[in-house]
């Protein structure tokens, strides 16, 4: 019975480089977020993704930065070029639907480092 | 939009009663959520208010003045474990939900 399972859990790139950063949810939800974790702040919702489908991706910037559910295999947040500006811990969450009451199962998150 | 402010930190001793406190601004209201966070680890869920009043669960109760656009987060019988950063969260009906920065809680001896 699996929670919300991210890898890697550090990730280390040089700027310029890409990041891929992979999430698979709990078996039976097809609800999958991203946010990202400053230090000493608050989580910032990036992208609400269902299967095949970008729901809302209001939170993530314009520019080198996309996501991905596909049909088979888990949800994919890819940062192309990255800058030191994009260190920070990646949360993958899920959920079964999208009520207000729903919970968000959250996974252990991705620690990227950008050097 | 969404912001919701909480207090940045709050300190208290083994086996007190501790309270978080949470006031938010939002456009459409569908509710208030509180999430624990140990040592940047995954943030686990703890509880939900759609309405006004006291949610009980264990030693951790929640409340929601929906009028005041308050609600905080009671800790009771406080233990060292209680340690770790407090999230309020507005979510929608839509998915998405809006994190406030965190309270971090020191338990001390």
């Known amino acids: 019975n699996a929670g919300v399972m991210q890898n890697p859990r550090h990730l280390v790139r040089r700027r310029g480089q890409e990041a891929r950063l992979r999430c698979s949810p709990m078996k039976g939800h097809s609800h999958v977020y991203w946010y990202r974790q400053l230090p000493e702040e608050g989580l910032k919702f990036m992208v609400y993704?269902?299967?095949?489908?970008?729901?809302?991706e209001s939170g993530m910037p314009k520019e080198r930065f996309s996501a991905e559910f596909p049909k088979e295999g888990p949800s994919i947040l890819r940062i192309q070029q990255v800058v030191r500006g994009d260190s920070a811990a990646y949360f993958c969450?899920?959920?079964?639907?999208?009520?207000?009451?729903?919970?968000?199962?959250f996974g252990s998150g991705t620690q990227l480092s950008v050097l | 939009g969404q912001s919701l402010e909480q207090p940045s930190e709050v300190t208290a001793v083994e086996g007190a009663i501790v309270q978080i406190n949470c006031t938010y601004q939002t456009s459409g209201f569908y509710g208030l959520s509180w999430y624990q966070q140990h040592d940047g680890g995954a943030p686990t869920f703890l509880s939900y208010n759609a309405l006004d009043g006291l949610e009980e669960t264990g030693r951790f109760s929640s409340f929601l003045s929906r009028s005041d656009s308050y609600g905080y987060l009671l800790l009771q019988e406080l233990q060292m474990k209680d340690s770790a950063s407090y999230f309020c969260a507005l979510p929608t009906n839509a998915g998405k939900s809006t994190f406030g920065d965190g309270t971090t809680l020191t338990v001390k001896p």
């Open positions: 969450a899920s959920s079964l639907g999208t009520a207000s009451n729903e919970k968000l199962f």
């Open positions: 993704l269902q299967k095949e489908n970008i729901i809302d």
